[in-house]
């Protein structure tokens, strides 16, 4: 009798400390996603601001529509050690494509034209386009015919021979000197020089990352009767409430706008000579040229993964939006489980890419490092912006992962 007191009195002990134990937090999960687990990105994030790798950053993650994350690091102006905030606008470079091909996509529905167009249907100086026999040549060297005209839909897609001069080749270097290096009073001037280089390939025959967007632009204004700025901000940027999105921007504006930094040799990060144009800007570019913040890009992506709706308005069709998201080119784009659509390159086969995601992802990115992508499986978007001049996919890389990993569902 006494042992067995004994016994129940040391388990009444131990009962009480066990009772007494201060329970472990449970993890936040928002919309299917662990808050915890996110704090991953924030770690990966300040170590590349530590490292002095990037100045600040702003990454917003987005769940069946609901916000679940969102964090700001480091500074946007380093000098001045002015913080970064969740409302600073970002110049987005490239991220403009998706906008400018969501817009002429807009004129595809009300009947315009057909994807399958040639160009020089509605410009004729597309007609007769010659091809280089060697790109090392440069803008001056042999050329033949072309095979086949250059579709719409090859513009969009990047497969109609055009490049964009980011290349090594000569003739990419002559195509940046002489398209992007220098003045025009519109976007109609320039990208009428467009047609005045050699194609780098056959149209549909090769992916070449290219210029084609500015005459995507051109075409906007042709069909719509208004500018390509105008047709923006009355059917994307109002509709969605993109008030800090635009090609200029107000004195207000500006002063939220984040520096854009080069990494030097020496490892240090210092401005860039050449700040983005806020105002007086006149070329509306399909190519690049559009300031916006995390929050107006967010609304945006979160419009083409509602199928085109947006608070009751639909601003495309769901089957257009399935359509930019496809894959159109084949294997022609080179990276490994990967397509490209309609201003966006797409995700087809998820194990050959070696990452985490699913198959039916679209995305793109600028070049000054921001990224988003969207999933239309898991409802899922995201987006990273940050203002360093070296562009890498390696910020989009582990996005992806480090969101993906955040999963609890």
């Not at 001045?80 to 970002?90: L, V």
């Not at 090769?206 to 906007?220: F, R, T």
């Not at 947006?310 to 089957?319: A, D, E, F, I």
């Not at 921001?370 to 203002?387: M, N, S, V, W, Y």
């Amino acid at each position: 009798m006494i042992k067995l007191t004994r016994c129940l009195f040391i388990l009444a002990i131990l009962l009480g400390a066990t009772s007494q134990a201060p329970a472990q937090s449970a993890d936040k999960v928002v919309a299917g996603v662990s808050t915890d687990r996110l704090k991953r990105l924030d770690a990966f994030v300040k170590s590349e601001i530590d490292k002095g790798n990037l100045s600040g950053v702003v990454t917003r993650v987005m769940r069946n529509g609901t916000l679940v994350y969102q964090s700001t690091q480091g500074y946007k102006n380093i000098e001045e050690k002015i913080a970064m905030k969740t409302n600073d606008i970002f110049f987005i470079q490239s991220m403009t494509k998706p906008v400018i091909t969501t817009a002429f996509m807009m004129l595809y529905e009300e009947g315009y034209f057909q994807l399958t167009d040639p160009v020089s249907k509605y410009l004729p100086a597309f007609k007769d386009l010659r091809v280089i026999k060697d790109v090392n040549e440069g803008a001056n060297g042999a050329t033949v015919p072309m095979e086949s005209e250059i579709t719409i839909a090859q513009l969009l897609s990047h497969t109609s021979g055009l490049t964009h001069g980011l290349g090594q080749s000569q003739l990419e270097k002559d195509f940046m000197k002489g398209y992007f290096i220098q003045p025009y009073p519109d976007i109609k001037a320039r990208a009428a020089n467009i047609t005045k280089f050699p194609l780098l390939a056959q149209p549909g025959m090769q992916w070449n990352y290219s210029a084609g967007h500015d005459v995507v632009s051109v075409l906007i204004e042709q069909f719509s009767g208004m500018s390509a700025n105008d047709f923006l901000i009355e059917r994307i940027f109002k509709p969605l409430g993109m008030k800090d999105t635009g090609y200029n921007l107000t004195k207000e504006q500006q002063a939220r706008v984040a520096k854009v930094y080069s990494k030097e040799a020496d490892g240090k990060l210092i401005p860039l000579r050449d700040q983005p144009k806020m105002e007086g800007n006149t070329i509306w570019s399909g190519v690049n040229g559009l300031f916006s913040t995390p929050a107006d890009y967010m609304n945006f992506c979160q419009m083409l993964l509602n199928g085109g709706k947006w608070n009751g308005k639909q601003l495309l069709s769901r089957k257009t939006v399935d359509l930019m998201s496809s894959n159109l080119t084949g294997n022609l784009f080179k990276t490994s489980g990967e397509g490209f659509g309609l201003g966006v390159a797409v995700m087809v086969d998820v194990p050959a890419s070696m990452q985490l995601g699913s198959n039916g992802i679209f995305y793109w990115a600028g070049a000054y490092n921001t990224h988003f992508f969207i999933d239309p499986k898991e409802k899922l978007i995201a987006g990273f912006f940050t203002q360093e001049a070296h562009f890498t996919n390696f910020y989009h890389a582990k996005l992806r992962q480090l969101v993906y990993q955040a999963l609890a569902d």
